[in-house]
């Protein structure tokens, strides 16, 4: 079972070079945290990345909030990736046809598949989402991750959704690495996924729109996810957010020790 087995070991179980260089990282690092910058000005953005970056394994962006977007946030924010040693995760929810997510992918503004190591997609339109994906990010050996379940209160991600959604993982596994899931599946012969669950906080539960924040622990321990992604929890409320990466990374690696100790 991939949940009782470290993340070093379970690098060697993967082909696509940067799921198995991200658990290389989270275990060198010892960091299984992931912050949501959800910020909308450039420099706050590079701010946040440079104060929680010596923390996290992985800088979730949203790239298209951000009112000052150039090419210079991108080249500051992969050097930063570079000094601190963590990769950047473009939470692009990518949902449309084939044809569309490759250009949405490779070209535009943003050109997300040029600096992004890893994104992500619903599966609402089938698995020609992923086909169009993989064209243009396994040539530069990104990975993906689909949206299986959402953190969100009365989500339609559920049930024989989120089955087929593995499903179609199973098929594309060069680069469909892992899921945004709220818990671990049953693993088959041969699986390993990565799952990164957001919806994590330690000092609230819910922010008053839907999203329900969930414990570390919990999501580590108890339901086997692998990664944490924490926004609001360390940058809302005027927190310091150094302060605060620090303490969900302890709270993120120590679930995860005793989980592979069990
Ligand atoms: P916060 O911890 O501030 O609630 O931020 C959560 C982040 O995770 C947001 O960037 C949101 O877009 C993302 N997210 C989520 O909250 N629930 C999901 O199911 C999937 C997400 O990507």
Redesign the pocket.
């Given at each position: 079972m991939s949940a009782s087995l470290s993340y070093l070991e379970r690098s060697k179980l993967h082909s696509n070079p940067t799921a198995k260089a991200f658990l290389e990282l989270m275990e060198r690092k010892k960091s299984n945290l992931s912050v949501?910058a959800?910020l909308n000005k450039k420099a706050a953005l590079i701010e946040l990345a440079d104060k929680v970056g010596p923390y996290i394994c992985l800088l979730?962006t949203?790239i298209d909030v951000v009112e000052d977007f150039d090419q210079d946030l991108v080249d500051q924010l992969t050097a930063l990736a570079k000094k601190h040693d963590f990769m950047i995760f473009e939470?692009r929810k990518f949902a449309d046809i084939g044809n569309t997510v490759k250009l949405q992918y490779g070209s535009g503004i943003y050109k997300i598949a040029s600096w992004s190591d890893i994104t992500n997609a619903h599966m609402v339109p089938g698995e020609g989402i992923v086909q169009g994906l993989r064209e243009v990010g396994l040539p530069l050996n990104r990975a993906m991750l689909l949206?299986a379940e959402?953190?969100?209160a009365g989500t339609l991600a559920k049930g024989d959704y989120t089955v087929k959604t593995v499903e179609v993982a199973r098929k594309y596994k060069d680069f469909v690495v892992g899921f945004?899931a709220m818990e671990r599946y049953a693993d088959k012969e041969g699986d390993d996924f990565i799952y990164m669950t957001?919806?994590?906080?330690m000092d609230q539960t819910s922010?008053g729109m839907g999203?329900q924040?969930k414990h570390p622990r919990e999501v580590v321990f108890d339901r086997g996810c692998d990664v944490i992604?924490?926004?609001?929890?360390i940058y809302?409320g005027g927190r310091d957010a150094a302060k605060e990466a620090k303490r969900y990374q302890e709270a993120g690696w120590n679930a995860y020790v005793e989980r592979i100790s069990k």
């Open positions: 949501a959800d979730k949203h939470d949206l959402m953190s969100s945004i957001p919806g994590v906080g922010d999203q924040w992604i924490v926004g609001r929890g809302g």
